[in-house]
């Protein structure tokens, strides 16, 4: 992908929940906070901070995650072995 927002199909409008659990949860939002939600933020940031840094494993992802389209011609997507794809990626 050329850009982030590409891999949500170049609309916006696609990022609107995961921004608005995000502005929630570093704003204390509703007066709590979710640790796992907290975790589950770090993890992408650090995730992204290492894809940055290696471009060959940031290809290789994408290219898992393509391959995943094209299983879905074959499986349905809470299949048994498309959920064992998923988890190997």
């Known amino acids: 992908p050329r850009s982030t927002l590409e ?12 921004i608005s659990t995000l502005l929630e949860q570093v704003s204390g939002g509703k007066g709590e ?5 907290g975790r589950y933020w770090m993890s992408l940031i650090a995730l992204e901070s290492k894809l940055e840094k290696s471009p060959q494993t ?23 072995q498309m959920i064992a794809n998923i988890a190997s990626i």
Not at 33 to 37: E, T
Not at 60 to 66: E, P, S, T, V
Not at 67 to 73: F, I, N, P
């Open 7 to 18: 891999i949500y199909g170049d609309e916006p409008a696609n990022l609107k929940l995961g």
């Open 33 to 37: 906070l979710n640790l796992n939600v």
């Open 58 to 80: 940031k290809q290789l992802l994408a290219n898992r995650i393509q391959g995943l389209d094209r299983q879905l011609q074959h499986f349905e997507l809470m299949d048994e």
